[in-house]
């Protein structure tokens, strides 16, 4: 295994460590190595060394490297951190070891993708994002919406499964300082489970990526998305 994926595997997860220690986590989080526009041959180094949790932002890569991993990481969890779009759930929901879909901001897709996963006779994990920042350009709803499509999931889609609230937020925020849209998640979180008598912690809040995961751990994310950090710069095809 290259020497600089291992090592920036090994830090992160000592950060994380330390972040709980300090802050008191309410439950161990979890660490989503963040692979877009990176080579299958990564993703396997980061499995070898035990790491299963992987997310994807565009559907044909999702496709393209679960089927050449299928082999050598049977037992990968693929999570779709992308838009969702109509046209492409049916092909998200054929994803081998497809662990979760982070995205979802539209009832119609929940609809489409529970039609989907009933058809293949298997339930999902899912997400439903939250545009905390209020931002055009970032997917996601807001609070009232996210109540909504959080009751719509666990009331009309047996085969979806809600596990939680995930945002991305806005990229101006200072990474060492109190952040609001970390906040308005974990605000989320808790007053739906006030209104639907659930245990706040039974669920995620996916929330804190490379530059800010540890304010994101300090004001109760559960899970981060890491990927520069652990893969180096993204390249992009031009």
Known sequence: MSSDLKNNLVSIQESIRNAC???GCERKPSLLAVSKTKPAIAIKELYDAGHRHFGENYVQEL???????????PDIRWHYIGTVQSNKISKIASV????CVEGLSSMKHCSVMQNEMAKQGRSLRVMVQMNS?????????DETDCIKMANFI???CPNLQFVGFMTIGSFDRD??????DFDALYQLRGRWCQQAGKTATDYELSMGMSNDFVQALKQGSTEVRVGSS???ARTYAK
């Open 63 to 73: 496709e393209a490297k679960s089927i050449e991993l299928a082999d050598s990481c």
């Open 96 to 99: 081998h070891n497809l662990y």
């Open 230 to 232: 652990l893969f180096g």
């Open 133 to 141: 920042s209020g931002e055009e350009q970032k997917g996601g709803c």
């Open 154 to 156: 666990c009331s009309e």
């Open 21 to 23: 220690e300090r802050f």
């Open 175 to 180: 990474p060492n300082e109190f952040n609001p």
